[in-house]
């Protein structure tokens, strides 16, 4: 076994003869330092001690200011404190500054003995503690490291759910087919443009993506109707916003998203629907999504129609900008170059690549 290292720092050399040669009996190794200065340059080429002892009483620096310097440079060092000085003031203080233990000159050997034992004991717990601190911070950085790698995984596959959900739906209803990965990638854009973070970009892009999966639950008789729905039949479909956000926020980390496919038909005026929700009641991803909803349904073919140009689905929602649409979201709209970027081009068949739906899109944010 290795043997313990102790400074022994005093101005009096019988002192710390005596004091060296009664630990070095006592199996230690010991080396002296005749001064505070002394003692901080060994330390600083050497730190490899086991304890210090130290006089109080010394000239120059002295003991106390000494151990604030070890307390802030060797802090892994015990220190015992020694004095003639028998002072209720002078001992309180020399613990409060970190000392471990205080001995009263002249000591006897047993007592020395004792107290550097004690001291040797309390570092070499120190130590193993601040090992075993470090070992246990590096194992839950390693475990949080695979936590959160799982968790990349678990939601990757909630994401390729949604999407297989979101195709369900496209085979339901064909006429638009496309339309929820064209109007989360349009959606994605604009909530990029407006400089949201990435938490709140990803439930935005849940909640357009999924928006009309309520109509799972329409009859096929109105859902597919080719005409003109009756009072009743739209009545009735309108129930989609509802019904989807049943399903939706019945799942814990789609929660947040829900709100938007319950709020997706509201209008900024309160004439929407199902709540005639007004202005900011409605959230923040929902009124994003109702620029990008219009913007895909003017520029997507129909059965029934041609799709229109960007510019004149551009101009509509600025003409509806204030009633329909909240106005600020309008102004971001509008500064985005109108051109199609790589969220995708207007085409019933466009299907944006699956990254694009969840994530941020290009620093471009082209729509």
């Known amino acids: 076994m290795p043997q313990e290292r102790i400074l022994v720092v005093d101005d009096e050399e019988p002192v710390r003869a005596v004091a060296a040669a009664l630990l070095a009996s006592s199996g230690y190794t010991v080396n002296t330092a005749e001064s505070a200065e002394d003692a901080?340059?060994?330390?600083?080429?050497?730190?490899?001690?086991?304890?210090?002892?130290?006089?109080?009483?010394?000239?120059?620096?002295?003991?106390?200011?000494?151990?604030?310097?070890l307390c802030t440079d060797h802090p892994g060092i015990p220190v015992v404190m020694f004095s003639a000085i028998n002072d209720i003031y002078v001992v309180t203080s020399a613990f409060r500054r970190g000392a471990i233990d205080y001995l009263l000159k002249p000591f006897e050997r047993t007592e020395l003995e004792s107290v550097v034992l004690r001291a040797?004991?309390?570092?070499?717990?120190?130590?193993?503690?601040?090992?075993?601190?470090?070992?246990?911070?590096a194992i839950v950085n390693t475990r949080t490291g695979r936590l959160r790698s799982t968790m990349l995984d678990l939601e990757r596959s909630y994401d390729v759910t949604l999407e297989a959900m979101g195709d369900a739906l496209d085979l339901r209803d064909q006429e638009t087919e496309g339309h929820s990965r064209r109007v989360t990638a349009y959606t994605n854009a604009l909530a990029h443009a407006m400089g949201l973070n990435s938490e709140e970009l990803r439930v935005i892009a849940r909640g357009a993506f999924l928006h009309d999966i309520g109509k799972i639950a329409i009859p096929d008789a109105i859902l597919l109707k080719p005409g003109r729905l009756t009072a009743e039949e739209m009545a009735i479909m309108k129930e989609h916003c509802a019904r989807g956000y049943e399903m939706v926020r019945?799942?814990?980390?789609?929660?947040d998203a829900a709100e938007i496919v319950y709020a997706h038909q509201e209008q900024f005026d309160g004439k929407g629907y199902p709540r005639g929700l007004r202005g900011e009641e409605i959230p923040l991803g929902a009124r994003i999504f109702a620029i990008a909803d219009t913007l895909d349904a003017m520029t997507s073919d129909r059965p029934y129609r041609k799709g229109?140009?960007?510019?004149?689905?551009?101009?509509?929602?600025?003409r509806c900008a204030g009633t329909q649409f909240d106005p600020q979201i309008v102004e971001v709209f509008l500064s985005i170059p109108p051109k199609p970027g790589p969220t995708c081009a207007p085409q019933p068949s466009c299907k944006p690549p699956p990254h694009l739906l969840f994530a941020a899109t290009d620093s471009s944010g082209s729509v």
Not at 250 to 255: A, C, V
Not at 308 to 318: G, H, L, N, P
């Open 40 to 69: 901080i340059t060994r330390l600083q080429q050497d730190p490899d001690y086991d304890l210090v002892l130290s006089d109080i009483m010394m000239p120059g620096t002295d003991g106390l200011t000494f151990l604030d310097h």
């Open 120 to 137: 040797i004991e309390h570092g070499r717990l120190r130590k193993q503690n601040s090992t075993y601190r470090h070992n246990l911070e």
């Open 250 to 255: 019945k799942i814990s980390f789609l929660r």
């Open 308 to 318: 229109t140009s960007f510019a004149k689905a551009r101009d509509e929602i600025t």
